[in-house]
């Protein structure tokens, strides 16, 4: 199922990112992390795909695996129907440009000694979209597209909020004019009520630019707000992945399910929902357990759940699940 | 549930603490009272600059800066706190009155195991010898859940995981039974499905160490669950205060209602687009002199310009002159149904 | 722990067969000069040249000739230098180590002491006048050079204030093996060391002030300070411990280079025969099997160091244990 097939934007097969951590005589002995194990993933030009996990989980890693930023250890990445998997830094670049990341930490990610109107200007000399005075204009004309004044432009980063140094960092992954975005948890680091305008931003920019995109949260209430579709990872894998409302309001992983039930709810008189306590810490990547990544966790866990690995299939509702014996079915 | 039928361990009266910087006095908290009764768990709610945090720490006399002034009176258990000489504040801090911060991660001192850090803070406020401090130690870890308490009592804390410390980091502050437990976000930088077990740690607390708790979040669904009563701060000022309940049932201030509208629902309805607050909160240096949160407010009047007092109506206090009226026209306006309806 | 100590010593062992073998090659293999003529020295006779010649078998291949040096050097310890006709040279350094040793270890034990109060002091107080007044003493410290202070030091206690109650136990310049006589030992020592150790304690506690400073901003701080903990004992217990990396780091170096001969001003002004004095003394006769010799010895008092910098900071930072 190539990505000339069925026209998906960003197609991965597959997809592995390991590494070594530690520091023995001998490299063999170091320990391995299997941060993302082999996730294959289709995303459609318009949609939303949120990425949810907790730590440990990859997400993060594999949103970096997709565009590139990490090397990838095994399988492939289809974007726009090439393979770019192994393209080199030249090949690479005319894709680079349709594909962007915004970042979770607006002020780490912004260089506090280059003043906007540059860091802005910077993606378009460098791929040579125009005249200086053409980029000029057009660093405005993202400012504005990202709610911020264009007269601004002079100002160093740490002259802006928190909410706005991420709107800067958003209208950086604009200025090429991508088609996909991946988002690495944007509104975690900011203030709730900040958090609502980004994520409104995340909209407006969606429907008036036709963007795709790819977003990675931990906060499940934010995903909900911007998936089109929701994928749930768990220790490398995708557990769980299909249309946002669907997933949510009837879960088929027992993870996805006690996940959903830990999100603390904003109404007291909401009948007490956290029945589900997981029990011990979210695992290390380091050493993942036999078969199914979850099964020291799951309440259901049976003798073959410990020692086959479930695949990522369709559980017969409409979207794919990767367990044994899903809830919901018989 | 009147204020008289519980007894209250700690009052404030018009907290205010200012910094002298070079652009002059500024204010970070601005006449705060609050009342904690026993057994209480109350939640402060605000974003950054709201002055929740500063607030705790001058509970705990931990306001360090020498720019700092603080005034007003904080009373715990009758005995006045602010300007009680700092040994006489060290008995109290870790014994009495204890807090637990944020960032799990960075709490602990990386190289001392946690029983031994445990063991420290005992022996800092009791006469325990060093024997009978560990074993306090590994007891207090087991009582919070950590598996294998003695093992774990000899880790290092970068030995262990972010829940884990977290977990260590409240055995700590119970070591020396305190009567009132101050939480500076303690679970925001936790995965959520750890972030549920501490909550629950948190209510065992109260209902098995008979401790009060003031816990601050800028999560609305963590106060929800955990809350008996709700302080919202901002700029400095408690803006609305009421029972959980009553709060979410009919939030009054716009700022509130602001904040409940901007939460995404995860069931239900989903807005098209969140009923976002515009603008940012401001700067300590420039407060605006009437209502604080009038340059952001949708209903916002000429009498926001005066200062707004902090009146109850029925137990629900609230700094906004909207009138009720108006009031629920706002809140129909900005959240699409009535939280709280089912 | 004791792991990793075993891991750091195999890793030092290495290293000093390494530095070995680079210091043979830059002596022996460098194109150009004929080693045998240099070890030779500079008036040699040609019937001295030859005998150079077989006896560090130059004419045999590389690998062999730095065996041969190893075995003299290490092993049958009969290392000669030609120049100082015949003279053995592993005896002269043996001799020569414990001087200088005694005079290092000495500073350094007196150094780390108040490199460490000083630091301390300064960061409990920081930005009053004892914190500045520490800070400004510090810097006089490292600004004076170390041959003058010690010129300054025989003044005053071997000729102007001899005969006074305060200087008439100082003895003679020169050193007093501890051995024969301890007390002698030590009072010949003293001066040196301070001399030598006012200059560090300077740089040693400026260093520390600033660690406790960036320290004290940690949020483990703010824990400890909660839990109801003084501030001195915040500032000891916890804020001390996590920032004596940097202190110690500067130890390893300063130490190390120390002992391998880097004290010589100080030797030559208190008239102390140590490695410092011998390795001058081998440079200006171009005595190259004694330049030699001295290269590895104080090489190996570096890597030595910087070992057991790295088990100290195991020791005091468990984070470190893991690596």
């Known amino acids: ?330 | 549930m009147s204020g008289e039928a519980k007894a209250s361990i700690l009052e404030v009266r018009d907290l205010t603490v200012s910094f002298r910087t070079e652009r002059g006095l500024v204010r970070a908290v601005d006449g705060v009272s609050l009342t904690l009764n026993e057994r209480e768990i109350l939640s402060v709610v605000g974003e950054s600059g709201s002055g929740k945090t500063l607030t705790v720490l001058s509970v705990m006399g931990l306001v360090h800066s020498p720019n700092a002034i603080v005034e007003g009176s904080i009373r715990f258990r009758g005995r006045e706190l602010i300007g009680l000489p700092d040994r006489e504040m060290r008995r109290i801090r870790g014994g009495a009155i204890a807090m637990i911060f944020q960032n799990p991660m960075t709490a602990l001192t990386p190289v001392y195991t946690i029983g031994h850090q445990i063991a420290e803070q005992v022996r800092a406020h009791r006469r325990f010898s060093r024997r009978a401090a560990w074993a306090h130690a590994v007891a207090l870890l087991a009582s919070v859940g950590i598996p294998n308490p003695s093992g774990a009592a000899h880790r290092f804390p970068h030995e262990l995981s972010g829940g884990m410390r977290q977990r260590g980091v409240i055995a700590m502050a119970l070591s020396c039974d305190p009567a009132l437990l101050l939480a500076d976000e303690p679970t925001t930088a936790l995965d959520v499905t750890v972030q549920a077990q501490i909550l629950d740690l948190i209510r065992k607390l109260r209902s098995e160490f008979g401790s009060s708790v003031i816990l601050i979040t800028h999560n609305m669904g963590v106060v929800a669950e955990i809350a008996d009563r709700v302080a919202v701060m901002y700029a400095g000022r408690i803006v609305e205060r009421a029972e959980t309940r009553a709060l979410f049932r009919e939030p009054r201030h716009p700022y509130t209602l602001g904040l409940l509208g901007s939460i995404p629902p995860l069931e239900g309805e989903r807005p098209r687009r969140l009923p976002a607050i515009p603008g940012v909160p401001p700067s300590p240096f420039a407060i605006p002199a009437g209502c604080p949160f009038a340059p952001r407010c949708r209903w916002s009047q000429a009498a926001c310009a005066a200062r707004p007092p902090l009146l109850a109506e029925e137990g629900h206090e609230t700094a906004c002159i909207l009138s009720p009226e108006a009031r629920a026209a706002a809140r129909s306006e900005l959240l699409a149904a009535p939280v709280g309806a089912t | 722990m004791f792991s990793f100590v075993v891991r750091r010593i195999l890793h030092m062992l290495l290293v000093l067969v390494g530095i070995s073998a680079m210091v043979f090659l830059i002596f022996f293999a460098t194109p150009g000069a004929d080693p045998a003529a240099r070890i030779a020295g500079r008036n040699a006779t040609p019937d001295t040249v030859a005998a150079v010649r077989k006896e560090f078998g130059l004419d045999k291949p590389l690998p062999v000739q730095y065996v041969l040096m190893m075995d003299h050097l290490l092993v049958t310890r009969d290392l000669t230098s030609f120049v100082n006709r015949g003279e053995k040279i592993v005896p002269e350094i043996e001799e020569a180590a414990p001087v200088t040793l005694s005079l290092v270890l000495g500073a350094a034990v007196i150094w780390v002491v108040f490199g460490v109060l000083v630091g301390v002091i300064a960061a409990a107080f920081k930005d009053t006048v004892i914190d500045r007044g520490l800070m400004v003493a510090g810097l006089i410290g490292v600004s004076i050079p170390v041959f003058w202070l010690g010129e300054v030091v025989n003044l005053l206690t071997q000729s102007r204030l001899h005969d006074t109650f305060l200087f008439s136990w100082v003895p003679a310049l020169g050193y007093v093996p501890l051995r024969a006589n301890p007390l002698g030992w030590f009072a010949a020592l003293v001066l040196p060391w301070i001399t030598l150790a006012v200059l560090y304690i300077g740089i040693y506690g400026r260093v520390l002030r600033a660690n406790l400073i960036e320290a004290l901003n940690e949020d483990y701080i703010r824990t400890a300070r909660a839990k109801g903990l003084s501030d001195w004992q915040v500032l000891t217990r916890h804020a001390l411990r996590c920032s004596l990396i940097s202190f110690v780091t500067m130890f390893g170096l300063d130490f190390g280079a120390l002992v391998g001969g880097g004290a010589l001003l100080t030797e030559v002004v208190f008239g102390l025969q140590g490695v410092g004095a011998l390795t001058y003394r081998a440079l200006e006769d171009l005595d190259l099997p004694m330049i030699m010799a001295t290269v590895i010895y104080a090489s190996f008092f570096v890597v030595v160091s910087n070992a057991s910098v790295d088990i100290l900071y195991a020791a005091i930072d468990p984070r470190v244990r893991e690596r």
């Open chain 1, 1 to 330: 199922m190539s990505g000339q097939a069925n026209g998906s934007l960003l197609e991965t097969i597959t997809l592995t990112k390991r590494y070594r951590v530690g520091n023995h005589l001998f490299s063999r002995h170091n320990k391995v992390v299997h941060a993302v194990e082999r996730v294959s993933l289709a995303v459609q030009e318009g949609e939303t795909l949120g990425l949810v996990g907790e730590s440990g989980c990859g997400k993060s890693t594999l949103g970096r695996c997709l565009i590139r930023l990490y090397e990838v250890s095994d399988g492939r990445i289809f974007f726009e129907g090439t393979d770019i998997t192994f393209l080199g830094p030249r090949a690479l670049g005319p894709h680079r440009e349709r594909m962007q990341m915004v970042f979770q930490d607006p002020a780490a990610s912004l260089n506090p000694r280059r003043r906007v109107g540059e860091l802005l200007a910077e993606p378009l000399i460098v791929h040579r979209r125009g005249t200086r005075a053409e980029i000029r204009a057009r660093v405005r004309e993202l400012l504005r597209e990202v709610g911020l004044r264009p007269e601004h432009d002079e100002r160093f980063p740490h002259e802006f909020s928190g909410g706005q140094q991420q709107r800067i960092g958003i209208a950086r992954a604009l200025a090429l004019a991508p088609r996909l975005i991946v988002a690495d948890e944007p509104v975690s680091a900011l203030d709730a009520s900040v958090q609502a305008q980004i994520v409104n931003l995340f909209l407006d920019l969606q429907e008036r630019l036709g963007l795709t995109y790819i977003f990675i949260a931990h906060d499940l209430s934010v995903v909900r707000q911007v998936s089109t579709r929701v994928a749930v990872m768990y220790l490398g894998a995708i557990v769980e992945i299909g249309p946002t409302d669907a997933v949510l309001k009837a879960p088929s992983h027992p993870y996805t399910q006690a996940l959903i039930s830990a999100v603390p709810v904003p109404d007291p008189a909401a009948p007490n929902r956290r029945r589900i306590i997981l029990e011990g810490d979210v695992p290390s990547p380091i050493d993942p357990p036999s078969g199914c990544p979850f099964h020291p966790r799951c309440s259901f866990a049976t003798d073959h759940c410990r020692s086959e690995r479930p695949a990522l299939a369709p559980q017969g509702r409409g979207w794919d699940v990767a367990c044994h014996y899903p809830l919901g079915t018989t």
